[in-house]
């Protein structure tokens, strides 16, 4: 059953939408000069620090996911976390509360950081090797895309109310809504190597460290730690 699911397109699209949540944390940067106007009593730097927040929440629940997944299951562990991040993303629409809004952006970075070793490891253990790649090249188009897009967004909204800034967090909907109505259960079920991959490695079925090893994740927290690093060092400049 779990694999004639993987077939659909529309299920396609739901582990696609996975990709469109992973730029989106940084997109409040454009807004930072008028959510400062309407915070006076906050210094600069800490001001600066609801933009990089988002990425020590993302680093440090990365490496927590797999366990996460062995303990909740793979579809409900996505959908909460999609959960958390669209709760903590919109949270500072109804607050001025300083602490509230960096408290909502550090969980937004851990709802993301959960998120973010299965948008595209899930693509190479579902699919053969050729249709994998041509998915994982749409992913990085959706998450470019987006990650510009609500950018842009960010900073118009700005212009009309500091608060509707953090509408652009309504984005996390379409992968929650497209997981809980294209994606079963047990849509890992049955996902053993394809034929055109290796023969199978005897790993726990969760998809944790053994299983995501080879999708980079190493690489992928030594860029967000660089990532962290470069946008601290230039906004402090």
Known sequence: MAHQNRDQPLFKLALLSLSSILAIAPSLGPAIPEVAKHLPGVSAANIEMLVTIPNLGIMIFVLVSGFFASHLGEKRMIMLE???????????L?????????????????GIGLVNPLAYSLLNI????NESATLL?????????????????????????????????????????????????????????PAEKAAPVKTKTWVGWPRLAAGGRPVSVLCLIVCVIYQGADRTD
């Open 137 to 193: 090249g749409y992913a990085n188009a959706i998450t470019s895309l987006c990650g510009a897009v609500t950018a842009a967004v960010a900073g118009y909204l700005a212009l009309i109310n500091w608060h509707a800034t953090f509408l652009i967090y309504l984005l996390v909907l379409l992968p929650l809504g497209l997981f809980a109505l294209a994606i079963p259960s047990d849509f890992l079920g049955d996902a053993q190597a």
């Open 82 to 92: 999609l959960l958390v991040a669209t709760v903590a993303g919109l949270a500072p």
């Open 126 to 129: 579902l699919y053969t090797s």
């Open 94 to 110: 109804v607050t001025n509360n300083y602490f509230v809004i960096l408290s909502s952006r550090f969980l937004l970075g851990a």
